[in-house]
């Protein structure tokens, strides 16, 4: 049974950071797309940041290139997506994705975590 689970959400202030981590069971961890993306009151799931776990290829929204970074430890089975200078605009539901192919939509994806709450205020 695939299991993604979210920890690492929160509250905090604009301009700060936040680390969210997505453990992975159950699922073929090697050669895969793991990706983050997040959904906003009223607004539909957008993605985030991807990334291959085979060679580590990433790919980022535009939105939040230059200040969130998604990262392997593949030791552990775990993606992690920094967040530095947050902006309240970031405030959503984060959810954690896996897929074998992979892709930039959220209908890429097959597999989901349960999301972590980000909240950022100004």
């Known amino acids: 049974q695939v299991q993604l689970v979210e920890s690492g959400g929160g509250s905090g202030q604009a301009g700060g950071s936040l680390r969210l981590s997505c453990a992975a069971s159950g699922y073929t961890y090697s050669r895969t797309w793991m990706g983050w993306f997040r959904q906003a009151p009223g607004k539909e799931r957008e993605g985030v940041a991807t990334?291959?776990?085979?060679?580590?290829?990433?790919y980022y929204a535009d939105s939040v290139k230059g200040r969130f970074t998604i990262s392997l430890d593949n030791s552990k089975n775990t993606v992690y997506l920094q967040m530095n200078n947050l902006k309240p605009e970031d405030t959503a539901m984060y959810y954690c994705?896996?897929?074998?192919?992979?892709?930039?939509?959220?209908?890429?994806?097959?597999?989901w975590g349960q999301g972590t709450q980000v909240t950022v205020s100004s």
């Open positions: 990334i291959y776990t085979g060679d580590g290829r990433t």
């Open positions: 994705a896996a897929d074998p192919y992979g892709g930039s939509s959220p209908g890429d994806f097959g597999y």
